[in-house]
């Protein structure tokens, strides 16, 4: 069956074409080109918009503003996002990451949507036809058809601050057994003040370790500061077993890696 593709000059018009039954939005096509020549009869066409801000990166002030069709290469090789370029490469190989957008890692489905992961440490919004959103707000409910916007924003943390691990069987570029981000403050005598830590394939989608981060308060970096975070890591997780790994391994080593990387 043939499948049409449609092009729109404004996000508007494109997110009203994407309410047809089967319509899918086309960004960079790793995925959802894959899912209609693996026979996904859900799919009816697809829909992309040109309108340039979809392709903007713009920072002013710490203020990082990235358009939804900016793509993972894009992302690595900008000399303002140093902080994020490891998490941009860990999302396949180069021509993978050549057509990968921002926001089509947003509705990757486990275990893909490693950046994805970063955003979420970095506390990003995302910008829709409908106004700003947490990040957490859009993942809660991308199991509908998305309303595009123009480009989603975070605050690039202070120098240090952030810190991303992908676990993959085959390096560099396989698929994940499981992602962590961290964003992380510290008050004047070394403890943590602040902490977000995020993780991948640890759910459904990328979600928040919120007890590790509480039980990281207060604490030092060391550790015996990090073991009740460690501790709690698990809680609330609810991992896939997949060919890559089975949900009791990625529950088991989680602590693991999630402690190397508080370390690191």
Same mark, same amino acid.
């Given at each position: +069956?043939?499948?049409?593709?449609? *092009?729109?000059?404004?996000?508007?018009?494109?997110?009203?074409?994407?309410?047809? /039954?089967?319509?899918? &939005?086309?960004?960079?096509?790793?995925?959802?080109?894959?899912?209609?020549?693996?026979?996904?009869?859900?799919?009816?066409?697809?829909?992309?918009?040109?309108?340039?801000?979809? @392709?903007?990166?713009?920072? @002013?002030?710490?203020?990082?503003?990235?358009?939804?069709?900016?793509? +993972?290469?894009?992302?690595?090789?900008?000399?303002?996002?140093?902080?994020?370029?490891? /998490?941009?490469? /860990?999302? !396949?190989?180069?021509?993978?990451?050549? +057509?990968?957008?921002?926001?089509?890692?947003?509705?990757?489905?486990?275990?893909?949507?490693?950046?994805?992961?970063?955003?979420?440490?970095? &506390?990003?919004?995302?910008?829709?036809? !409908?106004?700003?959103?947490?990040?957490? *707000?859009?993942?809660?409910?991308?199991? @509908?058809?998305?309303?595009?916007?123009?480009?989603?924003?975070?605050?690039?943390?202070?120098?240090?601050?952030?810190?991303?691990?992908?676990?993959?069987?085959?390096? =560099?570029?396989?698929?994940?057994?499981?992602?962590?981000?961290?964003?992380?403050?510290?008050?004047?005598? !070394?403890?943590?003040?602040?902490?977000?830590?995020?993780?991948?394939? +640890?759910?459904?989608? =990328?979600?928040?370790?919120?007890?590790?981060?509480?039980?990281?308060?207060?604490?030092?970096?060391?550790?015996?500061?990090?073991?009740?975070?460690?501790?709690? /890591?698990?809680?609330?997780?609810?991992?896939?077993?997949?060919?890559?790994?089975?949900?009791?391994?990625?529950?088991?080593?989680? =602590?693991?890696?999630?402690?190397?990387?508080?370390?690191?």
């Amino acid at each position: +069956m043939a499948l049409a593709l449609q *092009t729109f000059a404004t996000v508007k018009d494109a997110g009203a074409a994407l309410k047809a /039954a089967g319509a899918r &939005y086309l960004g960079g096509g790793t995925l959802v080109v894959r899912a209609a020549n693996e026979g996904d009869v859900s799919i009816s066409g697809f829909i992309r918009s040109t309108e340039p801000a979809l @392709s903007i990166i713009r920072i @002013s002030g710490g203020e990082v503003r990235i358009g939804a069709s900016v793509t +993972m290469a894009a992302v690595a090789r900008h000399s303002d996002l140093t902080p994020l370029a490891h /998490a941009a490469r /860990a999302v !396949g190989g180069p021509a993978i990451r050549n +057509m990968a957008s921002v926001g089509g890692n947003l509705f990757a489905p486990t275990p893909y949507g490693d950046f994805t992961v970063a955003l979420q440490a970095f &506390y990003a919004n995302v910008r829709t036809d !409908g106004g700003a959103l947490p990040i957490e *707000t859009c993942l809660a409910n991308r199991g @509908s058809n998305p309303a595009i916007g123009p480009a989603g924003g975070f605050r690039l943390p202070k120098e240090g601050g952030f810190r991303f691990l992908k676990v993959s069987r085959v390096k =560099p570029k396989g698929i994940s057994v499981l992602s962590i981000a961290t964003v992380l403050e510290h008050a004047p005598d !070394g403890t943590v003040s602040s902490a977000r830590i995020a993780l991948g394939c +640890m759910a459904d989608r =990328p979600i928040r370790a919120r007890a590790a981060e509480k039980a990281l308060i207060g604490r030092e970096l060391t550790s015996e500061g990090i073991a009740p975070a460690l501790a709690v /890591a698990r809680d609330g997780t609810s991992p896939r077993t997949d060919p890559i790994a089975s949900a009791w391994y990625r529950n088991e080593v989680l =602590p693991v890696h999630l402690g190397r990387l508080l370390l690191a």
